[in-house]
């Protein structure tokens, strides 16, 4: 039977985010990272500084279908627990530098009030 590979750190981190975010204010944090929003980046952010553990699966089941041993030891946690903190912050800054502004020449404002 075919396996499939299965990231059982990214369901740690995945988890830990979730119950993390919920101890920030909704605003900005949690709507921030809501979903839909920079949550992907920031498990992106932790999984690419820690190493990940894989396990394999029957190809015909789900994760989800299948109990997965999934132990961290409290350093390992501790460690994953201080990467989202850290991420949180680094990911909103990284966001809030983009400058979304319009060059000066575009900038209608501007243009229009020297034509008066």
């Known amino acids: 039977m075919q396996k499939n590979l299965v990231n059982i750190t990214l369901a740690v981190v995945t988890e830990e985010v979730e119950i993390i ?3 920030y204010p909704k605003h900005p944090y949690q709507q921030a990272f809501s979903p839909s929003g920079l949550r992907q980046d920031l498990i992106a952010y932790v ?18 279908n299948q109990t997965v041993q999934v132990s961290c030891s409290s350093e390992q946690l501790l460690h994953i627990e201080n990467l989202i903190h850290t991420g949180i ?10 400058d979304y502004r319009l060059p000066e020449e575009v900038k209608f404002d501007s243009r229009v009030a020297s034509w008066f």
């Open 89 to 98: 912050r680094d990911v909103l800054h990284s966001y809030q530098n983009i």
């Open 21 to 23: 975010l919920e101890s």
């Open 47 to 64: 999984l690419s500084r820690v190493p990940n553990r894989y396990t394999a699966i029957d190809s015909g089941e789900s994760a989800s």
